[in-house]
């Protein structure tokens, strides 16, 4: 039968919570990776060779005079950018390199002076920077100091070469003319004109700073790689917690649960809870199913609750500890329970009640004996409580759950309504048997267990859609799997008392609306 309970969806949490809540729960991977990041820059600083830099400043001059004594002489192409271009790669040039080489006499190569030096020109100036890397503050100030000149001396020579090929060429043209003539004289004149252009070459660039050997190494101090490592170790971390947390499906959330179940949570079991295998060794950690006992006591106001169904999507999800666990807080109430193990597949109650696995529902079945007579109270303390175990395992579990037998057991097992029955049912998406018994009419209602941080959205909304196909709808969802201390834990109230009902305050509007009376369970 379905339920008129409306489940009422928790709002969505905001991109800031949710991301403190992936950092809550993978804080010491991300941590690790800040650590790990720092580390690592401060060792590499540490270890990092020291380089000096030093600078040398040359200012480029136009000499104009050039250009008012011939034209073949011009100092530029008239493109500010395009000059100051060429300078650069000159300054930067092999032939250059090659005359450093020879100045300071130095074993390295050409192309091991190019990758010391660089140069860059000076924005709003006709200036270059001349810099050059070494590990040695000396080095460096007498390998920029050298580009300096020999760039200079490569300039002028450029021009002074371009001024001879021009005076031969006005010397044969001299030569050539009569003598005393006109065009003799301008020739003449030209001549003495190009004698005045080899002094201006001189002008044509000087170094207005000179390298000096630098007092400190450069690059990054200690302290700012350590602060480098920080900030790439938090990028790195927080990327990979985001990308993890996306290509993990679990659910790692109480209202995700009730989010993809649609439906609401009714209590919240806290590892510690479940930790004991003996169900007798876990008698001091009721508390939650306490609050669970309450909560299906809500649930009676609008629908029967004799017979309660507890499955799970996949295995591994803690429905067996719950179906066990409940029975005893009920059955703490004086009233009779039943708990039945319908699991034909993978019983667990002989475990958590030291139980002959020999004996149960289907010796009943294969030796026509009475349910009733099998059994058992294994627990003294809590003398309401009977259990009847699967027996030994049977080669067809899903054809004998669908035997009519199996409703008659049920209901005389709940003796019209004055023994509740818990049955621990299979779970739901990997085999048929859950969903035969949910299509039984000796079931009336249905609780699902999910795990923290094990179940998949995938899985969920696969048990879901089975949960959608029957006409038992579900109470709501026991989590189980909270680690202790988390939001929903009263440990302030001392050791045993675990959890919060996240449900109760829904649950009593509810009943306050409701003009019935509860259904004692």
């Known amino acids: 039968m379905r339920s008129d309970t409306r489940f009422e969806p928790p709002a969505e949490s905001n991109s800031i919570s949710t991301a403190l809540e992936v950092l809550r729960r993978r804080w010491p991977l991300a941590l690790g990776i800040v650590l790990v990041c720092t580390v690592i820059s401060a060792i590499q600083q540490k270890r990092a060779t020291p380089t000096y830099k030093a600078s040398a400043s040359v200012a480029l001059q136009h000499a104009p005079q050039l250009e008012q004594i011939i034209g073949s002489l011009?100092?530029?192409?008239?493109?500010?950018?395009?000059?100051?271009?060429?300078?650069?790669?000159?300054?930067?040039?092999?032939?250059?390199?090659?005359?450093?080489?020879?100045?300071?006499?130095?074993?390295?190569?050409?192309?091991?002076?190019?990758?010391?030096?660089?140069?860059?020109?000076?924005?709003?100036?006709?200036?270059?920077?001349?810099?050059?890397s070494t590990g040695d503050p000396r080095e460096s100030a007498r390998i920029a100091n050298a580009f300096a000149n020999q760039f200079i001396t490569f300039r002028a020579n450029q021009q002074l070469n371009a001024i001879n090929a021009v005076k031969n060429q006005l010397q044969q043209q001299l030569n050539a003319a009569p003598a005393g003539s006109a065009e003799a004289g301008s020739l003449q004149s030209q001549i003495q004109r190009l004698a005045q252009a080899r002094a201006a070459v001189s002008a044509g660039a000087s170094i207005i700073g000179r390298a000096t050997p630098p007092g400190s190494p450069s690059g990054m101090r200690l302290s700012t790689a350590v602060i480098l490592g920080l900030v790439i170790g938090l990028a790195l971390a927080f990327t990979l917690l985001f990308l993890l947390e996306s290509l993990d499906r679990r659910i790692k959330t109480v209202e995700d649960f009730e989010r993809e179940y649609r439906l609401s949570a009714l209590t919240v079991v806290p590892q510690s809870s479940m930790g004991p295998v003996r169900a007798d060794e876990r008698s001091e950690l009721l508390e939650p199913f306490r609050i669970l006992r309450s909560a299906l006591e809500f649930a009676a106001v609008t629908r029967a609750m004799d017979t309660l169904l507890i499955t799970s999507a996949v295995p591994g999800e803690g429905k067996t500890t719950v179906s066990v666990d409940l029975a005893q807080a009920i059955a703490l109430t004086k009233r009779r329970v039943v708990l039945l193990e319908l699991d034909l597949r993978m019983p667990t109650f002989a475990r958590h009640f030291g139980l002959d696995p020999r004996r149960g529902l289907t010796t009943a079945l294969l030796r026509g004996e009475a349910p009733a007579d099998l059994l058992v109270e294994p627990?003294?303390?809590?003398?309401?409580?009977?259990?009847?175990?699967?027996?030994?395992?049977?080669?067809?579990?899903?054809?004998?759950?669908?035997?009519?037998?199996?409703g008659e057991i049920i209901s005389e097992l709940g003796n019209n309504g004055e023994t509740m029955v818990i049955i621990d049912a299979p779970p739901l998406n990997p085999v048929a048997d859950a969903q035969i018994l949910l299509n039984s009419s000796a079931v009336q209602a249905t609780l699902v267990i999910a795990r923290l941080n094990k179940t998949t959205r995938d899985e969920v909304r696969r048990a879901r859609a089975i949960l959608d196909r029957h006409m038992v709808e579900p109470i709501g969802l026991v989590i189980t799997g909270m680690r202790d201390g988390g939001r929903y834990s009263y440990s302030a109230y001392g050791e045993g008392v675990g959890t919060v009902d996240v449900n109760a305050e829904?649950?009593?509007?509810?009943?306050?609306?409701?003009?019935?009376?509860?259904?004692?369970?």
């Open 74 to 132: 011009s100092s530029g192409s008239g493109e500010p950018q395009r000059d100051i271009n060429t300078e650069v790669t000159i300054a930067h040039s092999p032939e250059v390199a090659q005359g450093v080489r020879t100045q300071l006499g130095n074993q390295l190569s050409v192309g091991e002076l190019l990758s010391i030096a660089s140069v860059e020109a000076a924005p709003n100036a006709e200036v270059l920077d001349i810099t050059a």
């Open 506 to 521: 829904r649950a009593s509007r509810r009943s306050r609306r409701s003009t019935k009376n509860p259904l004692p369970l």
């Open 379 to 406: 627990l003294p303390d809590v003398p309401n409580l009977s259990v009847l175990p699967s027996g030994p395992l049977p080669h067809n579990p899903s054809e004998l759950l669908a035997s009519p037998v199996i």
